[in-house]
């Protein structure tokens, strides 16, 4: 970038903003017939279930596949949604071990129904941190999906806060699957995935929403023993934030 001039990127600029623009409009744009097509396939299908012909068979069978498919369309678009708003954020003075605290009571049912035991470990003294809540809670939900994801038969999940020289530290630890070489080096790129209905930017959404915050994310994982992402964020409380001067 400090090779152009000013004139060139500020043009840059401007068009990268266009196409998120025209990218996001075209996504939502399309979520809308989405519903009406799924709501319709939807009562197609309760129609069909109360008819008993043999022949509907093969009809159900196709409607089964459609509706499977708009579900695919869906959580793709609002996977792309969320990546192309996970840069508009609204920083408040935060407690990363309140909204720590808050995602574990509200997803503990859910972990305990699929055999997973998550522990939070959070740091006393945790300093304050400038951060959007709430894209804060889309990054410990999107990381700990994938670790509900890669542990199938359950498993250990740990969320830890600590601070280490002038960063706070959020770590997500599971005893998953774990990645390969291929996967640790491609899984910050959008739409890779190595899932049957992933839409490949969880991650991709994570790293813009921390990196935005100027903050770093970096990926530890075995296969077969487990994975672990670590954020760190600088501290920066409103306070002292550049951004508030
Ligand atoms: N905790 C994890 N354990 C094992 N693999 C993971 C984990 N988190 C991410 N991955 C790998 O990174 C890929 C990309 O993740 P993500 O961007 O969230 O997309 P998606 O979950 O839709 O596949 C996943 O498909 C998976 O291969
Ligand atoms: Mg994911």
Do not use: W
């Not at 920083?91 to 574990?104: A, I, K, M, Y």
């Amino acid at each position: 970038m400090s090779e152009l001039d000013a004139s060139e990127r500020d043009r840059l600029l401007r068009l990268n903003a266009e196409i998120a623009t025209l990218a996001g409009g075209l996504a939502h744009e399309v979520r809308n017939p989405l519903s009406t097509i799924q709501m319709n396939l939807e009562l197609l299908a309760e129609d069909l279930e109360e008819a008993s012909d043999p022949k509907l068979g093969r009809m159900r069978r196709k409607l089964e596949t459609m509706r499977r498919e708009c579900g695919r369309m869906e959580v793709i678009l609002n996977a792309f949604l969320q990546f192309a708003r996970a840069g508009e954020m609204q920083r408040t003075d935060t407690s990363l071990n309140q909204l720590v605290s808050e995602f574990v009571e509200f997803y503990r049912p859910e972990a305990t129904a699929s055999g997973i035991d998550v522990s939070p470990h959070l740091a006393a003294d945790l300093p304050l941190v400038a951060i959007d809540a709430g894209l804060f809670r889309q990054v410990l939900s999107n990381l700990v999906r994938n670790s509900q994801q890669a542990m199938p038969d359950g498993g250990q999940l740990e969320i830890q806060t600590s601070t280490a020289d002038g960063h706070v530290r959020l770590a997500v630890i599971d005893t998953g699957k774990g990645m390969d070489e291929r996967a640790r080096k491609k899984a910050f790129e959008p739409f890779f995935s190595t899932k049957a209905n992933g839409s490949g930017l969880g991650l991709p959404t994570v790293r813009k929403i921390v990196e935005a915050h100027g903050g770093t994310i970096a990926c530890e994982s075995e296969v077969g023993h487990g994975t672990r992402f670590t954020i760190e964020l600088p501290i920066t409380t409103s306070a002292k934030s550049p951004l508030s001067q």
